[in-house]
């Protein structure tokens, strides 16, 4: 059945593929990704790149921004046969995506393709999309954590600013010295996993052992969270909500804290919140026990519809999309960082210019120790549930370490059953 | 006066007492009546009123959270009025044109024994860093600028020693580009203090108070005062159809609206008055699917609800050659032509009103429909005048449908969906003053409906929902 | 004969348009759920039938007793608090005094602006740092001003009773007209002896930082059962505040449809104002308040915006509903729609709706009893 489903599918392939070229009809290829400041990027993209190569193709693009939710918007749309030929595809659900068995894998394509090889983007990207040895996704752009710091708490409490040679005692004390300024706390520490995860990578955590079961016990996990929320204990850490703020970047902005675990996404909130904050950006530090670092990539790849009708279409309109002079321009106008390898060296990062300079640690951070990807299997985003409410638990005094590990532990086995 | 005083006191009948009673009791009314309305009124609309205020704000998360806003200061206004003109010549809308000289002061204070030191100015080449603005920059003032040198204009010394000095400088437009703003950063040495300036800045204390940050001079005084509103409409539209995103929106939002307002009255009329009036087979099996229907949340029916409209409600929209009734209109309106808290209200209201009238037509040889038609709607209007505005209210509201039903494109969406697009533009960034000045202007048409019509409604309801 | 036919079919025909949204958007959406529930299904693959799966795993499931836990704690209490206050708004605006019209329109704002648009500004107001914590650190430390004012109130309101009982007039203890008197009186006063330095604010209290919306704690403390966590006791009141007022404006309909004979009957036969409120008043409003218990009950239940706008903002186990339950389970985050589970959880959220109204029914029936 399969089979016969998968011959029926290559022939109305090829039938289309042959369609295509021998009539050169228009073919609009509609993608879609998230509104907000993507849609001007997108849509400049195609306007100054896209467009231009793909007209004698006859080949058009619609980008059709989504504003809210996009995971549930594309999850409705591919069931009702209504969804664009590509989309973004976030690490955070992809995989719910690709075994549901809606997107089409591209390793037929990339094999023919002269503009896309695998090896020109970064591998641990790449995997995160790939299932069963077949890729599912090519990386637009990607995140990681790093470090941001603000130079002149440091200075003016006369404490050496964070390096990469850091580890979290030696962090953990330049934490506790800055902290001695008047108003000012150490460490944004946001009750998540997606900021702590990275610190558990470094020591050695694994989410799922050989079994497929999540043991906080790991002594990893356990030294992290000790250290994370022990720093909450004095003033070298604070939850930005105890300082009126959703998140690390905010306390940040306001010069409450004097550092705070962010990815790239920190740089535009300064720009626009404190467009002259004196800040730096450093590697995470590293754990004691392994001299690791650890941390999490999150990424959005474009996938491609398995039902579109326009697939070689869409194919070269994702080549486009992912293609060498895009990703520099993305990169140069600082809108994001881009997947391909050959971007390390680019004369970009080596500007005198501190956004320019985060960006290239943020950049590095994909390929600096231990680096998992930011996604959870099949239980999603549920996986993190009970370990941010630990977190919080931990950190607001309710619970001990103890406790909130024992609690996060039982909520997670069960979260895991079902 | 004594006097009298005195005889009351001697002479103090059952009705003089009463009278004295009556007398404070009118007191109490005038007093304490106001009193307490006034401070429920703090309760009632303080939330709102402080939103309305943050949304003129700078930071509307500023803590400890004040009441004065720079944006509401006169002087203000005059210094946006001036150097506006001084910019390009007009004081309302400006720009930072060819030609521009902007003249500018600003002060600040050392402690005794210190030597204030002169301040460096700088016109940044800010870009903003999320949002659809990021791109739309086409030249910036800082490629543009010559300042002048800054001088000392005044100093003076305080009682308790210390220094303020009060320095001037002009800026000077050197290209022949239009600017669309003019941002401004003065750094000082740490330790000194910064007083005031021509125009109060948008952030006093970047860097512990070592700069002081102005996001653009020569905005003129609309665009100051109402910073986030302008960035409202200034930085919304969608750039495949040029179209306003902001006023699409609103108007999407009355299109819908109205067509609702439309079907629910006249479709809930006809059932609530078949409801009401007549005798059928099935009356109260339908009756009470009605009332079970009211009691059944959304998040029961919504899944299955946005399969039909996804099928063009069993394909019957391919009659008018659409597939499908998501993204339109029309999906919204199909979906809500009449509710069934509609029949209730107009179901309820018929059935209060006296038969005689009908019974007399129906005497006449009057058929249901010209009943219904030339009798009890007319007398209806209390009802469908509430029924009305709690449509749209209702409506103009709703917020989990349209999500479902319109994903994209941005332009078809309503004023609920697109203010959540706010919320992913500018929360991401915690810019939270667009999305609060989004927020007024969504409520804002309530409000003046309400305000108009108040009197209305309040009438309305007594003949709807209560005379059961 | 004809116009027979169409006066027999014109029921009907009126009925029509409504018939085809119940039968559509109702009758149809319902079975489909009620069938999905016993069903795996996400949108993907046709739905597979299960059997009571779905069931069994929903009572199994932590979450769906806390998100059951607390919507009837919401229900109960935010229903009981509207209802009343409502009635109080009522009564206080049902006053025939110039300007009444506009303090209406005030009181009835919260209820027109949008759910999203209310809750983000509780969420400010609630914060660590916020309005609410800064006006009760300012209670606390000006404890000092508000006994003088008490004290002074008490003071002015005895004196100016005794004074009247000297001269023999009929006076009761809580004179209003004095009562608002000696109120404006220790304000100004106070508000002197303030300005003055004489009396001062506390110095060196640690101002109230209580955390109301990113905590587990409960209240009263210890009561796993009965407790209310604070968050949820924010979206509380929050709901409290935005709902009254429509509620308040159907008690102002029915207070207005009260004939004024009542009130003149029951104040020849001297009943004092709260009699006549319990005894004339009250049994006029039966209707309204079975009406606005029976909305509030359904609407609370369906209480679902404001979780999912204060989001990560509060812990979910906090202030999950049975909404928000079943929007989790049709939308989580990062793995396929749980149709089926979703179903599940909106099928008992129906029924326990059903089931709640109608012992409402119950109590109100047996209460009119007597």
Not at chain 1, 251 to 266: D, K, L, S
Not at chain 2, 9 to 32: F, T
Not at chain 2, 409 to 417: A, G, K, M, V
Not at chain 3, 229 to 241: F, R, V
């Amino acid at each position: 059945m399969k089979k016969s489903f998968a011959g029926v599918c290559l022939f109305l392939l090829l039938v289309v593929a042959l369609f295509s070229t021998v009539s050169a009809a228009r073919v609009q290829v509609r993608i879609s990704g998230w509104g907000g400041s993507d849609q001007p990027i997108i849509e400049e993209m195609l306007r100054l790149y896209v467009t231009p190569a793909l007209e004698k193709e006859g080949i058009t693009v619609l980008y059709e921004p989504i504003a809210d939710d996009f995971q549930r918007y594309i999850v409705n749309a591919l069931s009702a046969n209504t969804a664009p030929d590509l989309f973004y595809m976030d690490i955070f659900w992809a995989q719910s995506l690709i075994q549901a068995g809606q997107v089409e894998p591209l390793d037929s394509y990339i094999a023919k393709s002269k503009l896309l090889k695998k090896e020109d983007f970064i591998p641990s990207l790449l995997d995160a999309f790939s299932h069963q040895g077949k890729v599912y996704g090519i990386p637009k752009d990607f995140n990681t954590l790093a470090l941001f710091y603000n130079k002149d708490l440091f200075d003016l409490a006369g404490v050496a600013y964070p390096d990469e040679h850091d580890t979290w005692d030696t962090f953990a004390r330049k934490m506790e010295a800055v902290s001695k300024l008047d108003g000012v706390y150490g460490l944004a520490l946001q009750p998540e996993f997606a900021r702590m995860g990275a610190l558990a990578y470094a020591a050695g955590f694994k989410t799922f052992e050989q079994n497929g079961k999540s043991n906080l016990f790991h002594p990893g996990f356990k030294a992290a969270l000790e250290w994370y929320t022990g720093l909450a204990k004095s003033r070298a850490g604070i939850m930005p909500a105890d300082l009126g703020q959703s998140w690390g970047g905010g306390a940040f902005g306001t010069e409450e804290v004097a550092a705070c675990i962010e990815g790239a996404w920190v740089i535009g909130h300064l720009k626009d919140q404190a467009p002259n904050l004196n800040y730096g950006a450093t590697f995470l530090p590293k754990a004691p026990s392994t001299g690791k670092r650890g941390n999490l990539i999150f990424c959005v790849a474009w996938g491609m519809n398995k039902e579109s009708k326009h697939k070689q279409a869409a194919f070269k309109v994702l080549e486009q999309l992912t293609s060498p002079e895009v990703q520099q321009w993305i990169l140069e106008r600082g809108l994001a960082l881009p997947s391909r390898v050959a971007l390390t060296d680019n004369p970009y990062f080596k500007q005198n210019d501190r956004e320019a300079q985060a960006n290239y640690i943020v950049f590095r951070g994909a390929s600096e120790g231990n680096v998992e990807p930011f996604s959870f299997g099949e239980n999603g985003g549920r996986w993190m549930d009970p370990i941010n409410e630990a977190l919080r638990a931990i950190m607001s005094g309710e619970l001990s370490v103890e406790e909130g590990l024992r609690e996060a532990q039982f909520r997670l086995d069960q979260e895991m059953q079902r | 006066m004594t006097k009298r005083k005195v005889d009351t006191v001697k002479l103090l009948s059952e009705e003089e007492m009463l009278e004295i009673k009556l007398k404070r009791h009118r007191w109490y009314k005038v007093g304490m009546v106001y009193l307490v309305l006034l401070l429920v009124s703090i309760l009632a609309i303080g939330p709102f009123f402080f939103g309305l205020l943050s949304s003129l704000k700078d930071n509307p998360l500023e803590w400890p959270p004040k009441l004065t806003v720079n944006q509401l200061k006169p002087a203000n206004w005059v210094a946006a009025f001036r150097l506006s003109k001084a910019g390009c010549g007009k004081g309302f809308f400006g720009e930072f044109a060819p030609g521009a000289v902007i003249p500018f002061q600003v002060t600040y204070q050392v402690p005794a024994g210190k030597e204030p030191v002169i301040p460096q100015v700088v016109v940044p080449k800010r870009v903003p860093g999320t949002a659809g603005a990021a791109l739309l920059i086409e030249h910036y003032a800082a490629d543009y600028f010559r300042v002048s040198a800054v001088q000392e204009v005044k100093r003076e010394s305080l009682a308790d020693h210390s220094i303020r000095v009060t320095y001037e400088f002009t800026i000077h437009h050197t290209g022949d580009v239009v600017c669309d703003r003019l941002p401004l950063d003065i750094t000082v040495p740490l330790g000194q203090q910064f007083v005031g300036a021509t125009i109060d800045p948008n952030r006093p204390n970047e860097r512990l108070g070592r700069v002081q940050s102005w996001n653009n001079l020569t905005a003129g005084v609309i665009p100051y005062i109402f910073y986030n509103y302008h960035r409202v409409f200034s930085e919304n539209y969608s750039r495949t159809t040029g179209k306003n995103l902001f006023t699409s929106w609103i108007r999407n939002s009355f299109i819908i609206c109205i067509a609702r307002v439309l079907t629910n009255l006249l479709f809930a009329s006809m059932a609530g008055f078949a409801l009401a009036r007549l005798k059928f087979r099935g009356k109260n099996t339908i009756f009470l699917l009605m009332l079970f229907s009211m009691m059944i949340p959304a998040q029961v029916t919504f899944i299955s609800n946005y399969l039909v409209l996804r099928d063009g409600v069993f394909g019957l929209s391919r009659i008018f050659g659409v597939n499908t009734l998501l993204n339109s209109y029309s999906g919204l309106i199909v979906s809500g032509l009449v509710s069934a808290s509609s029949v209730f209200i107009m179901k309820q209201f018929f059935e209060g009103l006296s038969s005689s009238l009908e019974e007399a037509a129906r005497i006449d040889g009057a058929s249901t429909y010209q009943i219904l038609f030339r009798i009890f709607l007319p007398l209806a209007k209390p009802a469908l005048g509430a029924l009305t505005i709690l449509t749209f209210q209702g409506v103009w509201n709703e917020f989990f449908w349209p999500l479902v039903v319109l994903t994209s494109p941005q332009d078809r969406f309503t004023l609920t969906i697109g203010l959540l697009s706010f919320r992913r533009m500018y929360g991401v960034a915690f810019d939270w003053g667009p999305i609060l000045a989004g927020s007024v202007i969504s409520a804002l048409p309530l409000v003046v409906l309400f305000v108009v019509f108040q009197r209305y409604f309040v009438e309305g309801i007594s003949f709807t929902g209560v005379k059961g | 004969m004809r116009r027979s036919i169409k006066e027999k079919t014109a029921p009907y025909v009126l009925l029509s348009p409504y018939l085809f949204m119940l039968f559509v958007f109702f009758g149809y959406a319902f079975l489909r759920c009620f069938y999905f529930s016993f069903t795996e299904y996400d949108l993907f693959a046709p739905p597979q039938w299960v059997g009571f799966k779905n069931y069994l795993n929903l009572i199994q499931d932590f979450q769906f007793g806390l998100a059951l836990k607390n919507s009837l704690q919401f229900a109960v209490i935010v229903t009981t608090l509207q209802t009343v206050l409502a009635l109080l708004l009522a009564v206080i605006l049902n006053q025939k005094i110039k300007g009444i019209r506009f303090f209406r329109a005030l009181y009835y704002m919260p209820s027109i602006t949008s759910s999203a648009v209310v809750t983000l500004i509780f969420m400010w107001l609630f914060q660590k740092k916020g309005l609410v914590n800064y006006l009760l650190t300012s209670l606390k430390n000006g404890y000092r001003i508000i006994a003088v004012f008490f004290g002074l109130l008490l003071m002015f309101q005895a004196f100016l009773v005794i004074g009247e009982k000297l001269k023999k007039r009929p006076v009761s203890c809580f004179e209003p007209s004095y009562l608002f008197l000696a109120v404006v009186l220790s304000f100004m006063v106070t508000f002197f002896l303030v300005k003055t330095g004489i009396v001062t604010m506390v110095e060196g209290l640690p101002p109230v930082e209580t955390v109301w919306l990113n905590t587990k704690k409960i209240w009263p403390r210890n009561h796993r059962l009965f407790g209310i966590s604070y968050p949820l006791g924010s979206i509380m009141l929050l709901n409290i505040w935005t709902t009254a007022p429509t509620f308040m404006l159907l008690y102002l309909a029915g207070l207005q449809d009260i004939p004024k004979e009542l009130y003149e009957a029951a104040a020849v036969d001297g009943a004092t104002k709260i009699k006549t409120f319990w005894y004339v008043v009250r049994p006029q409003l039966r209707n309204i308040t079975f009406l606005v218990v029976t909305m509030g009950l359904i609407s609370t239940l369906q209480m679902f915006d404001q979780v999912a706008i204060i989001g990560d903002q509060a812990p979910l186990d906090a202030v999950i509903t049975l909404a928000y339950y079943v929007y989790i389970n049709a939308f989580p985050s990062s793995v396929s729609p749980k149709i089926g589970m979703a179903s599940a959880a909106a099928v008992f959220l129906g029924l326990l709706t059903l089931i709640i109204v109608l012992i409402q029914r119950i109590v109100v029936n047996a209460g009119e009893g007597d």
